[in-house]
């Protein structure tokens, strides 16, 4: 079986966005850089929903070959090899009405699930052979794959900063088990990783 794994920085009172769904409130740092290029090493397939593949496919596709800005830290060696297996990885966008543009750096790695089929796709995908399958961002996806048990692992990326306001990490009620919690090296984020409890 294939793992759904989802990763998501999180403030430190509980919120994945600040106001208005702004993401340049979360500590977005170099080493949750580093923790999401481990998981894209490991992933067959990146499950986004319609937002964040809009925002992702606007950003990643012209890191890995935009010219060398040693100033700008979204150009890191971290980053550029991100992006290039962002362009190679299969990708499925939960949408009801996205149509690829032609001219889009990822159509070709790009299938669109609607909404009403993603439980069957999950499960097809999950008893396939392959990666992992990773969730970036996505809040209102894995929020709803956790409700349905279809999650296996959660990530969370943990600032040091409370901001009072924003979009909640969590939806709904839910149960979970640690399984791991340590301070990501040299940065002030925290990796608390978890599974569902089942029932």
Avoid: C, Q
Avoid at 9 to 16: E, Q, R, Y
Avoid at 27 to 46: C, I, K, Q, S, Y
Avoid at 76 to 93: D, G, I, M
Avoid at 138 to 155: P, Q, Y
Wanted: charged share 25%; net charge negative.
């Amino acid at each position: 079986m294939r793992p759904l794994i989802v990763s998501a920085a999180v403030t430190l009172d509980g919120f994945n966005a600040g106001p208005g769904g702004n993401p340049l409130a979360l500590n977005l740092d170099p080493a949750f850089d580093a923790h999401n290029l481990a998981l894209m090493r490991e992933a067959g397939t990146v499950l986004l929903g319609r937002a964040s593949f809009d925002l992702f496919g606007s950003f990643w596709p012209m890191v890995a070959d935009a010219p060398e800005d040693p100033a700008n830290p979204a150009l890191s060696a971290v980053n550029r090899e991100f992006s290039r297996r962002y362009r190679e990885v299969p990708k499925l966008v939960v949408s009801d009405r996205l149509e690829i543009p032609d001219d889009h750096p990822w159509r070709d790695t790009t299938t669109v699930v609607p909404g009403s089929g993603l439980r069957e796709r999950i499960e097809r995908e999950k008893a396939g052979e392959g990666g992992s399958i990773v969730v970036f961002a996505s809040g209102s996806l894995w929020n709803g794959l956790l409700a349905d048990g279809l999650l296996d692992r959660l990530d969370l990326v943990v600032g040091p900063d409370a901001i009072g306001e924003g979009v909640p990490a969590f939806r709904g009620g839910v149960r979970l088990r640690p399984v791991e919690a340590r301070i990501l090296d040299g940065s002030r984020n925290v990796l608390l990783r978890y599974v569902p409890v089942a029932g």
